[in-house]
């Protein structure tokens, strides 16, 4: 029948042909887009810890009083310099000149007054309130003056001020923050639609790339796809370590192996039996090999750590020695604290280097005579199970703040681990501002505890960013969860 | 007729409130707290109390509720825990995605289909007929996710025909936005032009055999015309039966091919809801695909009495 033949060929055809369209334009060259794995909930990095936020707005569109660098530094952003007094109680910073706010309004002291007051009322919502905890009193000296005074010295202050949590907002503009965020960086919200991209745009004419794009691809292999077929320019961090050797190979891409602040780590219930026995953690800890879970669930990518601290920060002491890869010295210690048939169960969060990461670990310690039941949970259910409710035995997890050996010292954290030595460092550490000083308590902290095993330190989460050949200035390394694109351009 | 229409309507209006009770207990026993999820692993207590607070989840379960249907009743809904905007704004936006979309593979798959089904039952036991039958099989086999990530390896990454994913937006052009929309229609309405093929195929086969269709053929009818005009127009009931689930279907369905191409709609919504606990979302969301297939239920049965007037006679 020659109809029928027809039909079918207009049927088939039409899906391709018919709609016809115009094919994908090209990069003109003062625009960018970057691919991102979530979406942020909203862009308001002071009312919540999703990192997606700090992943837009950081540096581009929010700034703080000071600003942490690509490789960890503390940099002066909106003041432009500050004095310490000698008891390290007051700080005075001196703002920059001449800086607005993206609806016009001015910045100044009172800003800052304002930021710093709502982010530690006692109704504030934000996420890292412990930052300012330290803080008494904030008081704009004038316009461009402002005192910070401490009830008790914090070292750590001018790097707790570069977070993305303690950004400068303005009081005309600080509710309306989460929907049409008003910053001073340079860069100016534009345009969201939700469930697909948020737009910035350069405020002033001279800068190199005058639109970003952040497009939210959740797929980690979709990401790659729309990297190879141009919709992206860039993955500032990808999700699919499976794809890096391909695109490694492609000349059209560079690929950047940096480092992040993600220690991952085989965590456990320090209270629960016989995880309360020390002799059970240190024996966890010589059971598993590090570099075979680097290989086996994250394609080689990550560096092995033995303590809970980034390899990268100046204060590192490197501890991989202390339990090294040894099953029969873990036999040894099961036998000698009496546990010859432990069970055990491992909750996994979603993440790949958790869920992938959890089926090595398991096996490594079924070598050693321990039965791991691995009991996969979403990530809702971790945060209140595991978290909140501490109700494990062993997890996996990557603590992705920077510089974050101090929730050891915690009452009430899911390890459940209580040290007065470790806690007395801890206040040591808030009482000293000199920096060498502070980098020799912390490896005391790290020496710490990776004695007490409190956790098997498996490995640091790399960062790989890859991104389009002849883009320039992308951050190799991520010391905070941000996608900078200040320094970034064309050649 | 009246008397029908207004006692089909009663029983959706009680489906659906049924349903919303449902899904409120439901979500209720849902693990995982929206506050902490918002705030992280470092928050503190303080900090968690008072954000509960202004999102209302301290107030008791049954007064939430009542919030809920009222506010619906009266036509406002909730605010999006996580995106802070109403959650009709959410739904709007998605919708204007998800339902162009689902039309597009509700098209492109009964474009495929009735004439793949024409095809083989006119040809019953002839190779056109086994090439129709392996194609339907094929298709019903195939995992859409599978065919979504292999036609963007094809035309996406390989020839460049096509984006890998995302979508431009309606102001972006018509042109363009459909062009992005190719390939997700696609893997959306190939199972279902499997399945539709075949039930085009066995509804022509049935309606082939009936007496009026010999008759028909006895009065010397053209064999196109004894197909177009009886045939046909009488398969089309259980023909449009299968539409309109998968009209429902494509609706709701949709999340798997939205997740793979990263194409803002529902299905997307739903997800992203699910994983922040965004209730306020995604009881309302539910609710509306509830909605959504009971109301496209009832409209497939008023399609009926309209192709098949004896139909309206049923009790």
Request: proline share 5%.
């Given at each position: 029948?020659?109809?029928?033949?027809?039909?079918?060929?207009?049927?088939?055809?039409?899906?391709?042909?018919?709609?016809?369209?115009?094919?994908?334009?090209?990069?003109?060259?003062?625009?960018?887009?970057?691919?991102?794995?979530?979406?942020?909930?909203?862009?308001?990095?002071?009312?919540?810890?999703?990192?997606?936020?700090?992943?837009?707005?950081?540096?581009?569109?929010?700034?703080?009083?000071?600003?942490?660098?690509?490789?960890?530094?503390?940099?002066?952003?909106?003041?432009?310099?500050?004095?310490?007094?000698?008891?390290?109680?007051?700080?005075?910073?001196?703002?920059?000149?001449?800086?607005?706010?993206?609806?016009?309004?001015?910045?100044?002291?009172?800003?800052?007054?304002?930021?710093?007051?709502?982010?530690?009322?006692?109704?504030?919502?934000?996420?890292?309130?412990?930052?300012?905890?330290?803080?008494?009193?904030?008081?704009?000296?004038?316009?461009?003056?402002?005192?910070?005074?401490?009830?008790?010295?914090?070292?750590?202050?001018?790097?707790?001020?570069?977070?993305?949590?303690?950004?400068?907002?303005?009081?005309?503009?600080?509710?309306?923050?989460?929907?049409?965020?008003?910053?001073?960086?340079?860069?100016?919200?534009?345009?969201?639609?939700?469930?697909?991209?948020?737009?910035?745009?350069?405020?002033?004419?001279?800068?190199?790339?005058?639109?970003?794009?952040?497009?939210?691809?959740?797929?980690?292999?979709?990401?790659?796809?729309?990297?190879?077929?141009?919709?992206?320019?860039?993955?500032?961090?990808?999700?699919?370590?499976?794809?890096?050797?391909?695109?490694?190979?492609?000349?059209?891409?560079?690929?950047?192996?940096?480092?992040?602040?993600?220690?991952?780590?085989?965590?456990?219930?320090?209270?629960?039996?016989?995880?309360?026995?020390?002799?059970?953690?240190?024996?966890?800890?010589?059971?598993?090999?590090?570099?075979?879970?680097?290989?086996?669930?994250?394609?080689?990518?990550?560096?092995?750590?033995?303590?809970?601290?980034?390899?990268?920060?100046?204060?590192?002491?490197?501890?991989?020695?202390?339990?090294?890869?040894?099953?029969?010295?873990?036999?040894?210690?099961?036998?000698?604290?009496?546990?010859?048939?432990?069970?055990?169960?491992?909750?996994?969060?979603?993440?790949?280097?958790?869920?992938?990461?959890?089926?090595?670990?398991?096996?490594?310690?079924?070598?050693?005579?321990?039965?791991?039941?691995?009991?996969?949970v979403e990530w809702a259910q971790w945060l209140e199970q595991?978290?909140?409710?501490?109700?494990?035995?062993?997890?996996?997890?990557?603590?992705?703040?920077?510089?974050?050996?101090?929730?050891?010292?915690?009452?009430?954290?899911?390890?459940?681990?209580?040290?007065?030595?470790?806690?007395?460092?801890?206040?040591?550490?808030?009482?000293?501002?000199?920096?060498?000083?502070?980098?020799?308590?912390?490896?005391?902290?790290?020496?710490?505890?990776?004695?007490?095993?409190?956790?098997?330190?498996?490995?640091?989460?790399?960062?790989?960013?890859?991104?389009?050949?002849?883009?320039?200035?992308?951050?190799?390394?991520?010391?905070?969860?941000?996608?900078?694109?200040?320094?970034?351009?064309?050649? | 007729?009246?008397?029908?229409?207004?006692?089909?309507?009663?029983?959706?209006?009680?489906?659906?409130?049924?349903?919303?009770?449902?899904?409120?207990?439901?979500l209720?026993?849902l693990p995982g707290d929206a506050a902490l999820l918002?705030?992280?692993?470092?928050?503190?207590?303080?900090?968690?109390?008072?954000?509960?607070?202004?999102?209302?989840?301290?107030?008791?379960?049954?007064?939430?509720?009542?919030?809920?249907?009222?506010?619906?009743?009266?036509?406002?809904?909730?605010?999006?825990?996580?995106?802070?905007?109403?959650?009709?704004?959410?739904?709007?936006?998605?919708?204007?995605?998800?339902?162009?979309?689902?039309?597009?593979?509700?098209?492109?798959?009964?474009?495929?289909?009735?004439?793949?089904?024409?095809?083989?039952?006119?040809?019953?036991?002839?190779?056109?007929?086994?090439?129709?039958?392996?194609?339907?099989?094929?298709?019903?086999?195939?995992?859409?996710?599978?065919?979504?990530?292999?036609?963007?390896?094809?035309?996406?990454?390989?020839?460049?025909?096509?984006?890998?994913?995302?979508?431009?937006?309606?102001?972006?052009?018509?042109?363009?936005?459909?062009?992005?929309?190719?390939?997700?229609?696609?893997?959306?309405?190939?199972?279902?032009?499997?399945?539709?093929?075949?039930?085009?195929?066995?509804?022509?086969?049935?309606?082939?055999?009936?007496?009026?269709?010999?008759?028909?053929?006895?009065?010397?009818?053209?064999?196109?015309?004894?197909?177009?005009?009886?045939?046909?127009?009488?398969?089309?009931?259980?023909?449009?039966?299968?539409?309109?689930?998968?009209?429902?279907?494509?609706?709701?369905?949709?999340?798997?091919?939205?997740?793979?191409?990263?194409?803002?709609?529902?299905?997307?919504?739903?997800?992203?809801?699910v994983s922040q606990r965004?209730l306020?979302?995604?009881?309302?969301?539910?609710?509306?695909?509830?909605?959504?297939?009971?109301?496209?239920?009832?409209?497939?049965?008023?399609?009926?009495?309209?192709?098949?007037?004896?139909?309206?006679?049923?009790?």
């Open positions: 029948m020659k109809t029928m033949r027809i039909v079918v060929a207009i049927a088939v055809a039409s899906g391709l042909a018919v709609l016809a369209a115009p094919a994908a334009q090209a990069q003109p060259k003062d625009s960018l887009t970057i691919g991102l794995t979530l979406e942020p909930p909203h862009l308001d990095p002071t009312a919540g810890a999703a990192a997606a936020i700090d992943e837009i707005v950081y540096a581009n569109l929010f700034e703080g009083l000071t600003r942490i660098d690509e490789n960890g530094a503390v940099q002066p952003q909106l003041a432009k310099s500050w004095a310490v007094s000698g008891d390290g109680l007051v700080y005075t910073f001196t703002l920059k000149d001449g800086v607005a706010f993206h609806d016009g309004t001015g910045f100044d002291a009172d800003d800052v007054v304002f930021s710093l007051n709502r982010a530690r009322a006692s109704d504030s919502v934000n996420a890292q309130k412990q930052l300012f905890a330290a803080m008494d009193k904030v008081e704009a000296v004038d316009a461009r003056t402002v005192r910070i005074t401490l009830s008790r010295p914090e070292g750590a202050l001018l790097f707790n001020l570069g977070w993305g949590d303690a950004v400068i907002v303005a009081p005309e503009s600080a509710a309306n923050n989460k929907v049409a965020p008003i910053g001073t960086g340079p860069y100016k919200f534009d345009r969201w639609v939700r469930g697909s991209q948020i737009r910035l745009a350069a405020t002033d004419e001279g800068r190199a790339i005058r639109k970003v794009t952040f497009r939210f691809i959740p797929d980690p292999s979709a990401q790659v796809a729309a990297l190879k077929a141009g919709d992206i320019d860039a993955v500032a961090n990808l999700q699919a370590p499976e794809a890096v050797i391909t695109l490694q190979a492609d000349p059209n891409f560079e690929v950047a192996i940096g480092s992040t602040e993600g220690e991952t780590i085989l965590a456990m219930n320090n209270t629960r039996p016989p995880l309360n026995d020390v002799r059970v953690r240190q024996a966890i800890a010589h059971a598993i090999d590090r570099q075979a879970i680097v290989d086996g669930a994250m394609f080689g990518f990550g560096t092995p750590i033995g303590t809970h601290f980034a390899p990268h920060h100046p204060a590192y002491v490197d501890l991989l020695a202390a339990y090294p890869h040894d099953p029969a010295r873990a036999r040894a210690l099961l036998a000698d604290a009496d546990q010859t048939d432990l069970k055990l169960t491992l909750k996994l969060p979603p993440p790949t280097y958790a869920r992938r990461g959890g089926e090595i670990v398991a096996s490594q310690l079924k070598a050693v005579g321990i039965t791991v039941e691995i009991i996969p595991v978290f909140r409710g501490t109700d494990y035995d062993l997890t996996i997890v990557s603590h992705t703040e920077p510089v974050d050996i101090g929730i050891y010292a915690r009452d009430t954290y899911y390890f459940n681990y209580d040290s007065p030595s470790l806690k007395a460092l801890m206040a040591r550490l808030n009482n000293t501002s000199d920096q060498a000083a502070r980098n020799r308590i912390l490896g005391q902290a790290q020496r710490t505890i990776t004695a007490d095993a409190v956790n098997a330190y498996m490995f640091q989460l790399a960062k790989l960013g890859v991104w389009r050949k002849g883009l320039k200035g992308m951050w190799r390394n991520a010391p905070v969860q941000a996608t900078d694109v200040t320094g970034v351009r064309w050649e | 007729m009246l008397t029908y229409l207004a006692r089909r309507i009663l029983l959706l209006l009680i489906t659906l409130l049924v349903a919303s009770l449902a899904i409120f207990v439901i209720e026993v918002i705030l992280g692993i470092e928050a503190q207590d303080d900090t968690l109390a008072a954000l509960r607070a202004q999102m209302g989840l301290d107030r008791p379960a049954a007064l939430r509720y009542l919030d809920w249907i009222g506010g619906l009743a009266a036509g406002t809904t909730g605010i999006s825990h996580t995106y802070d905007v109403p959650v009709s704004q959410l739904i709007g936006e998605r919708l204007t995605l998800t339902v162009p979309l689902a039309l597009f593979a509700l098209f492109l798959s009964t474009l495929i289909a009735i004439p793949l089904g024409m095809l083989a039952a006119t040809r019953r036991g002839r190779p056109g007929d086994y090439g129709v039958m392996g194609f339907s099989q094929i298709g019903m086999a195939i995992p859409n996710f599978w065919f979504a990530i292999l036609s963007i390896l094809v035309f996406a990454v390989a020839l460049g025909w096509f984006p890998a994913s995302g979508f431009p937006g309606w102001d972006a052009g018509v042109g363009t936005a459909l062009w992005a929309l190719v390939l997700p229609a696609f893997s959306l309405a190939l199972p279902e032009a499997a399945i539709l093929a075949r039930v085009t195929r066995t509804a022509l086969l049935d309606t082939l055999g009936a007496d009026y269709v010999r008759t028909a053929r006895a009065k010397g009818l053209a064999p196109r015309r004894v197909l177009w005009g009886h045939v046909l127009r009488n398969a089309l009931i259980p023909m449009t039966t299968i539409i309109g689930l998968q009209f429902a279907f494509l609706l709701a369905g949709s999340i798997v091919i939205e997740v793979v191409f990263a194409l803002p709609g529902i299905g997307r919504l739903i997800f992203q809801a965004d306020v979302v995604l009881r309302d969301v539910i609710l509306l695909l509830v909605a959504l297939v009971v109301v496209v239920n009832f409209l497939v049965d008023v399609a009926y009495t309209a192709i098949d007037p004896r139909t309206r006679r049923a009790p």
